[in-house]
């Protein structure tokens, strides 16, 4: 079986990479902390001590991190992917990225005798444990084929949809509808209890019909038992509406809807822990019925390191 080498084993990456190791793929590993990639360790995964060291000896490098700047830093940067993996590799970037980086890596990858695919998933923290992704990939048909069987490891719906960069294109479409979905969830849960409606009997009534969404069948819930934990992360979703905005600018367009939910993120991440607990003793006095005061992570700082889900707290502080 080919080798691979994973970068990057976050809150996504930990559960891809162990679909990989199951399969009986050969899994190199490289993160900044070593700790967070441990369980993998454990599975049979190889900690390698650079990002040389990962891909040297790899047929396939996907990584899966944070931002665009370090996407660009792991595989432009000197001694980076580009520069030490063997000619024939294929580069699989999982991140959410910018589409014009991801052009810009095809093309340097290329002209080193590589291939790059543009491969950024949804699903979040549930479809990555679950094998279930959607898998979006830009990209060329025959770099495409030769990474199916990857793919199909860890996700259920696969697409290529054109060359480098339209798989990013694509996930921004995602985002997009995800931006709009999650203000009307949030509003509906807001106008439901305030107007004495018991939530999960709502839920229950809305989400088989034209309303229904996997934001509002997954994500409802957690607000109910006031799970604000991150299955992704308010951080990333700002820095995903950032791309698509810019990206909409690039092509002419005017995108309102996604800048007001860029705004209303904007506004949950600049939230202190401070002003998290007092949001949190004003939702748990107000009694709301069928709905648990919120819980934050020991580890979140500010609204930014919440889950997305918990955008629902600004309608029911009005923090608007």
Known sequence: MEQIAFIGTGV???SMAGHLLAAGYPVSLYTRTKSKAQGLLDQGAQWASSVAEAVKQADVVITMVGYPQDVEALYLGPQGIIDTARSGTILIDMTTSSPSLAQRIAEAAAARGLEALDAPVSGGDIGARNGTLSIMVGGSEKAFRRAQP????MGKTIFLQGGPGSGQHCKMCNQIVIASTMMGVAEALAYGI????EPRTMLASIESGAAGSWSLSNLLPRMLDGNVKPGFYVKHFIKDMGIALESARELGLHLPGLAQAETLYRKL???NSQALTKIAAEIEKAQFSGLSAPLFPEEAQSGADLGTQALYLLYL???L
Do not use: N, T, V, Y
């Open 317 to 319: 502080a009005r923090q």
């Open 194 to 197: 305030s107007s004495g409606l």
């Open 150 to 153: 990857i793919f199909e490891k």
């Open 269 to 271: 991440a600049a939230l």
């Open 12 to 14: 996504m990456g930990s």
